[in-house]
């Protein structure tokens, strides 16, 4: 079983970053696909970014070039840097990790909020 905490959210400006950590306790931590999804208030959660085992990433269009997903294993926690934030990019952000396979479930955090004014 894997437990996540997600830490780092805040109130920023337009233009300003953040920087968000999920740390994570159990076993096994660096076989799981991590991955950040957001909600803003009356949408969906959507994937903002995602970064395998072997550190292959990916990110929604609306983030490419200005987020950027990492992981250190040795610390079982995974960053999100968030550069020139924008007003959109408000909600309350939540971490998962996905072993990728069948019989282990999926763990989802808390959430933390993040909110760019404008």
């Known amino acids: 079983q894997v437990q996540l905490v997600e830490s780092g959210g805040g109130l920023v400006q337009a233009g300003g970053s953040l920087r968000l950590s999920c740390a994570a306790s159990?076993?096994?931590?660096?076989?799981?696909?991590i991955a950040w999804y957001r909600q803003a208030p009356g949408k969906q959660r959507e994937l903002v970014a995602a970064?395998?085992?072997?550190?292959?990433?990916n990110y929604a269009d609306s983030v490419k070039g200005r987020f950027t997903i990492s992981r250190d294993n040795a610390k079982n926690t995974v960053y999100l840097q968030m550069n020139s934030l924008k007003p959109g990019d408000t909600g309350v952000y939540y971490c998962n990790a996905d072993s990728g396979i069948p019989t282990i479930p999926n763990y989802w955090g808390q959430g933390t909020q993040v909110t760019v004014s404008s």
């Open positions: 970064i395998t085992s072997s550190g292959r990433t």
């Open positions: 159990g076993s096994d931590f660096s076989i799981y696909t």
